[in-house]
């Protein structure tokens, strides 16, 4: 088991370069994680910095004392992997969340979709995209990154037509098989840049979404020979994207 991760705010350490890590991930790391002196623990923003420490002490139930001796830097993997995700029922806008960042998708855009039958609107649209980034921050720490995903406000179709006409390729998973799609396992991809993915709702992408992201340059393309729900295609698509353009190598 590697190192466990904990999002901080900065990395100013104090004398001998001992950091105190209290708040809210203190209090993870002392009275759930229990750490003890001599572990290892890995310190990070979540925007690719991050600090390898080791754990001095523990005071209380909330401050864990580490020796933090040097920040690095990850750099941002290439090429860049970005998910627009049409807004699925319930808590499975959580669990798509949670698994892209699993599998290492770099950013992802809530989409309202015209057949979407989750709305978000006011403040109810705001606690969802909320739950969405607390789910990628969680998941990113669990799965021990130090570069969170990030989660960009919903996006209309027309702000996801221009997100795919500035990328360097561009793909819509759509299930429609008479249209001809090509499989993505066989699709040419970019050493660098972007790659934006948009997975549609349950109802499939509309007519009219299909034919504005075709004209920004996008195409149609399919996993398989089965339907995925919306909710793991992005995944098992971005799954794919990675091993195939060898940042899983």
Same mark, same amino acid.
């Given at each position: ?71 690095? @830097?990850? +750099? ?6 970005? $998910? =627009? ?8 806008? !959580? /669990? #798509? ?90 699709? @040419?991809? +970019? ?6 993915? $948009? =997975? ?8 009219? !979404? /299909? #034919? ?38």
């Amino acid at each position: 088991m590697t190192a466990a991760v904990f999002v901080v705010e900065h990395f100013d350490a104090g004398g001998g370069g001992h950091y105190v890590l209290d708040g809210p991930e203190g209090r993870h790391a002392v009275s759930v994680k229990r750490l003890r002196p001599g572990e290892d623990v890995i310190l990070t923003d979540g925007a690719g910095r991050w600090a390898d420490c080791v754990v001095l002490a523990a005071e209380g139930k909330d401050r864990l004392v580490v020796q933090l001796d040097s920040v690095s @830097e990850e +750099p941002q993997a290439q090429p860049r992997i970005t $998910v =627009v995700q049409a807004l699925p029922k319930g808590d499975r806008g !959580e /669990l #798509a969340v949670e698994t892209m960042t699993e599998v290492g998708v770099d950013a992802i855009v809530p989409w309202q979709a015209a057949r979407c039958i989750t709305q978000w609107k006011g403040d109810r649209g705001l606690k969802a995209l909320g739950k969405w980034r607390a789910t990628a921050r969680e998941a990113g720490k669990q799965s021990r990154r130090v570069r969170f995903p990030e989660v960009a406000d919903a996006a209309s179709t027309k702000q996801v037509a221009a997100l795919l006409a500035k990328a360097d390729f561009a793909a819509v998973l759509h299930s429609d098989f008479e249209r001809g799609s090509a499989p993505l396992a066989g699709a @040419e991809l +970019p050493a660098e840049g972007e790659i934006v993915l $948009v =997975v549609g709702p349950e109802g499939g992408v509309a007519k009219d !979404e /299909l #034919a504005l992201f075709e004209e920004a340059g996008a195409r149609p393309y399919v996993l398989g020979p089965t339907v995925l729900r919306t909710s793991t295609a992005g995944t098992a698509a971005a799954a794919l994207l990675l091993g195939r353009t060898g940042r899983w190598s």
